[in-house]
T-cell receptor, first 113, second 115 residues
Framework: GAGVSQSPSNKVTEKGKDVELRCDPI?????LYWYRQSLGQGLEFLIY????????KSGLPSDRFSAERTGGSVSTLTIQRTQQEDSAVYLC???????????FGPGTRLLVL | DAKTTQPPSMDCAEGRAANLPCNHS???????VYWYRQIHSQGPQYIIHGLKNNETNEMASLIITEDRKSSTLILPHATLRDTAVYYC????????????????FGKGTLLTVNP
């Protein structure tokens, strides 16, 4: 079946602009996660959605970052007033429940000039 | 979650078995061993996981020692496309609440499959 999809696959933006990254989880998966991976670094947890519960936003690095998940499916990660240090690969994952295996999308490579 | 230790790199000849070790000496009884891999410029790919018993799927086999302090991921017939960074993770799976859903990837093992 279809896996996790993300768009765009690559995004180049200028410092100070806002960007929106999209994630389509695997159908039926109630849990959705956003991670960030900077060059040569490990995964950094950003935010977690589970069903209709309040999201865990504890990993968001600043208030310029926000995310929503509408209708319990598609999620959008928004970065306002982008900075060069925001350049990274943004990865989305989903799982059947929070206790199950997480499956990752291909990521969005963000470059802030 | 328990910390894991993996060698930074390994080489394997194409067609041979690749055996990737992982130490997790502080693993708890309710922590599973997960393996993911990340091929260059792609998202992490789930490979296999297990608790106590050895596991096998279409991609690999997972051998967990009886004391659960270490495990080995086996790719039975490595191909050039198996060149990737392999991550061993331990995480609690059946615990309500908490932060067990936040996956933490270490530096992993860069497996290079040579022709």
């Amino acid at each position: 079946g279809a896996g996790v999809s993300q768009s765009p696959s690559n995004k180049v933006t200028e410092k100070g602009k806002d960007v929106e990254l999209r994630c389509d989880p695997i159908s039926g998966h109630t849990a959705l996660y956003w991670y960030r991976q900077s060059l040569g670094q490990g995964l950094e947890f950003l935010i977690y959605f589970q069903g209709n519960s309040a999201p865990d936003k504890s990993g968001l690095p600043s208030d310029r970052f926000s995310a929503e998940r509408t209708g319990g499916s598609v999620s959008t990660l928004t970065i306002q007033r982008t900075q060069q240090e925001d350049s990274a690969v943004y990865l989305c994952a989903s799982s059947l429940t929070s206790q199950e295996t997480q499956y990752f999308g291909p990521g969005t490579r963000l470059l802030v000039l | 979650d328990a910390k894991t230790t993996q060698p930074p790199s390994m080489d394997c000849a194409e067609g041979r078995a690749a055996n990737l070790p992982c130490n997790h000496s502080t693993i708890s009884g309710n922590e599973y061993v997960y393996w993911y891999r990340q091929i260059h410029s792609q998202g992490p790919q789930y490979i296999i996981h297990g608790l106590k018993n050895n596991e096998t799927n279409e991609m690999a086999s997972l051998i967990i020692t009886e004391d659960r302090k270490s495990s080995t991921l086996i790719l039975p017939h490595a191909t050039l496309r198996d060149t990737a960074v392999y991550y061993c993770i331990v995480r609690v799976e059946k615990l309500g609440g908490g932060s067990n859903y936040k996956l933490t990837f270490g530096k992993g093992t860069l497996l290079t499959v040579n022709p």
